[in-house]
């Protein structure tokens, strides 16, 4: 079977909802987030509450964010319940703001961003729960189309431009390292 055919397979983890005839590009090699990054010019991580909650076997998501945004020279912006942690752990360069609040913020043409340095051509998310991401996904699919968006959650969001395939978390931490260690 062809490598297209096997892309053409990939379900959403949310069954139920019909994502339409336009999907995500499935991230079979993490390194790709890492080139996606590194061609953009104004990326910005986001980062959802469920990422403080989400114990790895090595670190906790919120650790492994740190390293990325630090290595890949992020902004990150946060729900607002977990920017704590991030301060916590000594890293400032975040910014908390309601998730909704980025979304829309993102869809709007004359927003300039955190920095007022211009729109955001790359938006990664992380750390959201399911139905969440797949709203804020579709919103951004359908009234910000030159953003192209990536996220790095386990779960396959059709609706983001590129998305991983549904995996198991130890297969999730995996690439979650190869995407930090595409810097060194």
Same mark, same amino acid.
């Given at each position: 079977? *062809? ?31 890492? =080139? +996606? ?6 990326? +910005? ?6 990422? =403080? ?6 670190? *906790? ?6 390293? +990325?945004?630090?290595? =890949?020279?992020?902004? &990150?912006?946060?729900?607002? *319940?977990?920017? @704590? ?23 709007? *043409?004359? %927003? ?14 992380? @750390? ?13 699919? #359908? ?15 059709? #609706?983001?431009? %590129? ?14 390292? &190869? ?6």
């Amino acid at each position: 079977m *062809s490598n297209m055919g096997a892309i053409s397979q990939i379900e959403p983890w949310q069954t139920a909802e019909i994502p339409g005839p336009r999907k995500a590009l499935v991230i079979s090699n993490p390194q790709v987030v890492s =080139a +996606l990054i590194k061609r953009s010019k104004r990326p +910005l991580f986001i980062v959802g509450h469920k990422a =403080a909650e989400i114990k790895l076997s090595e670190f *906790s998501l919120v650790d492994y964010i740190i390293r +990325l945004a630090e290595v =890949a020279n992020l902004p &990150v912006v946060s729900a607002p *319940s977990i920017q @704590g942690e991030f301060i916590r752990r000594g890293f400032g360069k975040i910014a908390g703001m309601p998730l909704v609040d980025i979304a829309n913020r993102l869809t709007d *043409s004359r %927003w300039m961003g955190l920095d007022d340095g211009g729109r955001y051509d790359l938006a990664l998310f992380i @750390g959201f729960k399911y139905y969440v991401g797949w709203l804020i996904l579709s919103g951004l699919k #359908h009234f910000s189309p030159e953003l192209k968006t990536v996220s790095l959650d386990m779960y396959y969001q059709p #609706h983001a431009s %590129w998305s991983f395939p549904n995996l198991s978390q130890d297969e999730w931490e995996k690439n979650l390292k &190869v995407i930090i260690e595409g810097w060194r």
